[in-house]
């Protein structure tokens, strides 16, 4: 069974730019989560997706979008890129039982490096 | 507003010496209390997920914990492939809460 696939798996760009990250989920997984990753701030919840719609936001500026397809592929985008958006961004799929808790499991990421 | 504290940040262990990580945690209405593992430039990986106090779930050198204020991650007799970041999570109860991580704890394994 695939994982989840994230590209580009790394990207360089510079200030002032705008970024588009994709996210494939599991097979049959209809929740789709981003994070951000940073050594000083660790795992920040960006958003999340499910049926196409934003379900949980976090607490980041609006530069910070995102979109989920009718095949529950997801996209994020960041816009006016700032040194701080440096990172490193995770995606994580879940399927949504019955009743617990949602386990995620995780792209391998995209590396994002803004100069 | 929801809280993950994971201790050490960092622990160095020689092979074979046992340790336990440290995550503390205030919720409103735990969910559910995740463990991942992360390998440097991976994605994190699921290993625990622990519902109620008193719970406890094992994977080959690893045992998972939880009390009503933390939740310990021990490691028996370890080898240098244990070596990795450990991310703990808590999710809220209340509906579909996104999960909220600690910084993670740093391990090294020395042969």
């Known amino acids: 069974k695939a994982g989840v696939t994230q590209t580009p798996r790394y990207l360089i760009k510079t200030r002032g730019q705008q970024v588009t990250l994709s996210c494939s989920p599991i097979s049959g997984h209809r929740s789709v989560s981003w994070y951000q990753q940073t050594p000083g701030q660790g795992l920040q919840f960006l958003f999340e997706y499910f049926s196409e719609t934003q379900r949980n936001k976090g607490n980041f500026p609006g530069r910070f979008s995102g979109r989920q397809f009718s095949n529950s592929r997801s996209e994020m985008n960041v816009s006016t890129l700032e040194l701080g958006d440096s990172a490193l961004y995770l995606c994580?799929?879940?399927?949504?039982?019955?009743?617990?808790?949602?386990?995620?499991?995780f792209g391998a990421g995209s590396r994002l490096t803004v100069l | 507003e929801d809280q993950v504290t994971q201790s050490p940040e960092a622990l160095r262990l020689q092979e074979g010496e046992s340790s336990s990580l440290n995550c503390s945690y205030t919720?409103?209405?735990?969910?559910?209390l995740f463990w991942y593992r992360q390998d440097p430039g991976k994605g994190p990986e699921f290993l625990f997920t622990l519902y109620s106090a008193g719970e406890e779930k094992e994977k080959e050198r690893l045992k998972a914990t939880l009390t009503k204020k933390e939740s310990f991650l021990h490691i028996t007799a370890p080898k240098p492939e244990d070596s990795a970041t450990y991310l703990c999570a808590v999710q809220a109860g209340g509906g579909n809460t996104p999960l909220v991580f600690g910084k993670g704890t740093r391990l090294s394994v020395i042969a």
């Open positions: 994580a799929s879940s399927f949504e039982g019955v009743s617990g808790a949602n386990v995620l499991t």
């Open positions: 919720v409103s209405g735990l969910r559910g």
